[in-house]
């Protein structure tokens, strides 16, 4: 069988035009996470979105990444009013589902100071003894997608 000069010449090109969409495929599938000891795949986030504890940077950098909003909300044991926010927060919490994650953390110290920091890709505030309608305002103005009751309200206002 005798090759003419075209004929190897278009075998090579097939050859490389298949090499370099096997190479890009590979590429690709670890620039999005899916390689071995990809960062992403080391760092998870929790299972739950009400915890009692800091969230790592890296797992908060993830969390902003994907659009999840952090609250954390710090408070003293014996401060009575903030256990009835503690549970609007949990509630809140639990009906944003996968939007957020809440960050219950008690302090001991014997300041009856409780503060809140809601933070996301957009923006983010700072409440220190924070009412019921800062936890509604905040949340409307740091979520990224923020819930149709938001809307509802600046109408309202307006």
């Known amino acids: 069988m005798k090759f003419n000069a075209m004929t190897i010449a278009a075998i090579i090109f097939i050859v490389l035009m298949m090499g370099s969409t096997i190479a890009y495929t590979f590429i690709q599938a670890y620039q999005l996470g899916l390689g071995p000891g990809s960062s992403s795949s080391q760092v998870k986030l929790p299972d739950t979105n009400i915890i009692d504890y800091d969230l790592s940077i890296d797992q908060e950098q993830l969390a902003l990444s994907q659009d999840i909003t952090i609250m954390k909300y710090s408070y003293s044991p014996t401060c009575t009013q903030c256990l009835t926010l503690v549970n609007q ?26 503060v809140l920091t809601m933070t996301s890709s957009q923006n983010s505030k700072i409440y220190t003894n924070p009412t019921t309608n800062d936890i509604i305002d905040g949340m409307c103005s740091v979520l990224v997608k923020p819930p149709l009751d938001c809307t509802l309200r600046k109408l309202n206002t307006t």
């Open 89 to 114: 927060l949990e509630g809140l919490a639990t009906q944003l589902g996968n939007q957020v994650f809440l960050e219950n953390l008690v302090t001991q110290t014997g300041n009856q100071t409780a």
